[in-house]
T-cell receptor
Framework: DAGVTQSPTHLIKTRGQQVTLRCSPI?????VSWYQQVLGQGPQFIFQ???????GRGNFPDRFSARQFPNYSSELNVNALLLGDSALYLC???????????FGPGTRLLVL | GENVEQHPSTLSVQEGDSAVIKCTYS??????FPWYKQELGKGPQLIID?????GEKKDQRIAVTLNKTAKHFSLHITETQPEDSAVYFC?????????????FGTGTRLTIIP
């Protein structure tokens, strides 16, 4: 069975640009969460979406936004990129009723 | 909010020996505690989890114990093998926000010495 998939795998942007990251959950999973993982640290919660509605938002600025589509895939958008946004962005999916989350391979974003 | 502390940050173990990683959490209402293994260049892989109504759970060479009174939980890996080398993260879920947010520890880099 296919796990969580994310695209692209790597991305290089310059300061001030905008980026869109994509995630497809495990088949049958209705919840998608986004996490940011800075090198050497644990993942930090950004958003959770369940049935296309935002269920939670972490301590991130409004430059970060996300949405979930009818097929439960999701996009994370980051505007006005800063050097500090360089990180591994992880998507995790779950059934939405039990918390158990499975992570994708991540998108590594480098902001120059 | 929830805070999770993880120790040690690095751990080297001789192949075949056991490894133990410990985490403490701050909010007594936390009810779910997963452990993830992350290999270089990959996303975190769920290896075992435990809920607050259970004190111990085992899956082959991996076990997790939970002490709710002391608010700490531990990962035990027995008969370690070279492929166990990775970074391990503990996490906790605090249910009162109505979402699935996991709060992670800072990770333990485990190295198995052949």
């Amino acid at each position: 069975d296919a796990g969580v998939t994310q695209s692209p795998t790597h991305l290089i942007k310059t300061r001030g640009q905008q980026v869109t990251l994509r995630c497809s959950p495990i088949s049958g999973h209705k919840s998608v969460s986004w996490y940011q993982q800075v090198l050497g640290q644990g993942p930090q919660f950004i958003f959770q979406y369940y049935e296309k509605e935002e269920r939670g938002r972490g301590n991130f600025p409004d430059r970060f936004s996300a949405r979930q589509f009818p097929n439960y895939s999701s996009e994370l958008n980051v505007n006005a990129l800063l050097l500090g946004d360089s990180a591994l962005y992880l998507c995790a999916s779950s059934l939405g009723q039990g918390v158990t989350q499975y992570f994708g391979p991540g998108t590594r974003l480098l902001v120059l | 909010g929830e805070n999770v502390e993880q120790h040690p940050s690095t751990l080297s173990v001789q192949e075949g020996d056991s490894a133990v990683i410990k985490c403490t959490y701050s909010d007594s209402a936390s009810n779910y505690f997963p452990w993830y293994k992350q290999e270089l260049g990959k996303g975190p892989q769920l290896i075992i989890d435990i809920r607050s109504n259970v004190g111990e759970k085992k899956d082959q060479r991996i076990a997790v114990t939970l002490n709710k009174t002391a608010k700490h939980f531990s990962l035990h890996i027995t008969e370690t093998q070279p492929e166990d080398s990775a970074v391990y993260f503990c996490a906790a879920h605090y249910p009162n926000f109505g979402n699935e947010k996991l709060t992670f520890g800072t990770g333990t880099r485990l190295t198995i010495i052949p």
